[in-house]
């Protein structure tokens, strides 16, 4: 089967779905020129290891060059704007609902692009890099300048401010967990979109999804961890995919 079969195969389902489920990684905020988590070190950063940044243990050695790192990446963030993967999974979210069915945006970005999209209740697994939260109350703060006037942030309770993220070895937000796996438990297509899913729980959605009978979908230039498990591997970028598939269900890509 060619990828014009396979997309038009994705795009019946996506016309009949009641409920479809969107996992997306930071491979969909990768033509809104938003580094890959595993591509992130750039320039400065180069000699770091992100999977050794991300962690509460780096913040407590050395807070001042976690939120350093933290900050640089709120500003590109911020300068960043949605493309037309998140577009796409906008124009999907609306075309289902004014067809009386729902689709979840679950995301382990934490970089805010699906809700600047236009997407609505959008389930965010590990946070967002615009709040930072007191490691003494928990309170949690978003309206900070760029860049934070000093590196660490104290807090007013006499703590610090940490990013509001979730670090390897961190739980998820409990609301986030129950959202996904409701999601992943009850739709009927589930998208994987520019992820490795080489991190869990996130990973373990789109198995659930497909366990519970769920078309399994996966967007991604690259084969992953989850390519053998999907019914249907759409090889390329999000922002070029998706808007083929909108394309073939719905015969256009904006509302
Ligand atoms: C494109 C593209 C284009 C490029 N279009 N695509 C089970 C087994 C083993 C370990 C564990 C397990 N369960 C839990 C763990 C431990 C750990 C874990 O999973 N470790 C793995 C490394 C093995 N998980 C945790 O610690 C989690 N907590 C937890 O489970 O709590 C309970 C517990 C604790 C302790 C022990 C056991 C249980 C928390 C995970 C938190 C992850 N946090 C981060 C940082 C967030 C803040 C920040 O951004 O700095 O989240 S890590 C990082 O990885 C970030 C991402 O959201 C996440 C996933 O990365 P993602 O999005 O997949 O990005 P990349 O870069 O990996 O991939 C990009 C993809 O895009 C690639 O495939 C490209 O090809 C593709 N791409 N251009 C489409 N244009």
Known sequence: MGEHDRIRRVAERLRSAKCVAVMTGAG??????????????????????????????????????VSRWYDFRREKCLEAIP???HEAITTMQQRLASQGGQLHVLT??????????GSTGVVELHGSIM??????????????????????????SGGLLRPDVVW??????E?????????????DLFFSVGTSSMVYPAAGFAHLASKHGAMLVEVNPQRTELSMFADVVLTG????????????AFGHTSE
């Open 83 to 85: 493309n037309p993967g």
């Open 237 to 248: 970028p999000s922002g070029q995919v998706l808007p083929e598939v909108v394309r073939a």
């Open 28 to 65: 969909v905020s990768a033509e809104s020129r938003i580094p890959t988590f595993r591509d992130a070190m750039t320039g400065l950063w180069a000699s770091f290891d992100p999977q050794k940044l991300a962690t509460p243990e780096a913040f407590d050695a050395d807070p001042e060059t």
């Open 131 to 156: 709040r930072w939260r007191c490691t003494k109350t928990g309170a949690r703060i978003t309206d900070l300048p760029i860049p934070l006037p000093t590196y660490p942030m104290p807090s007013a």
């Open 108 to 117: 382990q970005n934490v970089d805010g692009l699906h809700q600047r999209a």
């Open 168 to 173: 390897f070895g961190e739980t998820l937000p």
């Open 175 to 187: 609301d986030a967990l129950q959202a996904a796996f409701d999601a992943a438990r009850s739709c």
